[in-house]
């Protein structure tokens, strides 16, 4: 073999060892497979069985009583009110400067029916499951405007009893704050949700606004307030009206 073929082949054979292969994905089929009950497995369950015990006693203590069943609805409703409310109390107690009032986003309450009775830890992560955290902000009038046009917008979600304004055109009207009028200009902090405060449900606007945490979770706030009151109640105060 000459010199050159040689030095031909040893190429080819270097860029043959330096090639790829890549594998394509051809098809893609999706099935639905149903698994009806199982026999539990009894190593399993002996190993869980101490930790599920005093998980559940813990749960199913009873913190609270609820003289009447809570709905939720809009505009306001006797369960959304009491949510709010006690955010409002629990959260006043946690940062110097005093809330203007306190906002829980409609959909983070995930139960829309708190039955008459006993009422226990373990409903408080039904009432809010979702490991959100206080948070305070601080907005200038004309923002906390644009705000409650957007609550108004929605047909009304939970705000505390620091707060009231009527809901015409879709638009907040009347609105009075610990009783007096929006100051565009004046600064107001009010609490909220880290999801609100993060820009969710499409409240963009909030997120880059002055803002305290605490690292403290809602559903934290609401069992204090549960154990503290000892009783959960509110009522319908028309903190929100739709003008007809």
Not at 186 to 212: M, Q, S, T
Request: aromatic fraction near 8%; charged fraction near 25%; hydrophobic fraction near 40%.
């Amino acid at each position: 073999m000459s010199k050159f073929k040689y030095i031909l082949l040893a190429g080819a054979g270097m860029l043959l060892a330096q090639c790829k292969t890549y594998d394509h994905l051809a098809m893609v089929r999706a099935d639905t497979l149903r698994v009806s009950s199982a026999a539990p497995d009894s190593q399993v369950s002996r190993l869980i069985l101490p930790y599920k015990s005093e998980l559940d006693a813990k749960m199913n203590e009873v913190i609270a009583t609820a003289p009447e069943s809570m709905t939720k609805e809009r505009p306001e409703s006797t369960l959304t009110n009491w949510v709010v409310d006690a955010l409002y109390n629990q959260a006043s107690k946690l940062y110097t400067e005093t809330p203007a009032f306190a906002f829980q986003n409609y959909g983070g309450i995930r139960i829309n029916n708190l039955g008459k009775g006993e009422v226990s830890l373990s409903q408080m992560f039904e009432i809010m499951p979702f490991d959100n955290l206080v948070v305070l902000l601080q907005l200038k009038g004309t923002e906390v405007q644009r705000f409650l046009d957007y609550v108004a917008e929605a047909g009304g979600a939970p705000v505390s009893s620091q707060v009231r304004f009527r809901i015409e055109n879709k638009k907040a009207t009347d609105i009075r704050i610990q009783g007096k009028g929006i100051d565009p200009e004046g600064l107001y902090h009010v609490v909220f949700p880290d999801y609100i405060a993060n820009g969710g449900d499409n409240l963009e606007f909030l997120k880059d606004k002055p803002r305290i945490e605490k690292n403290i979770l809602i559903r934290d706030l609401l069992t204090a307030e549960a154990r503290e009151k000892g009783i959960l109640r509110a009522n319908l105060d028309q903190r929100i009206t739709i003008k007809k």
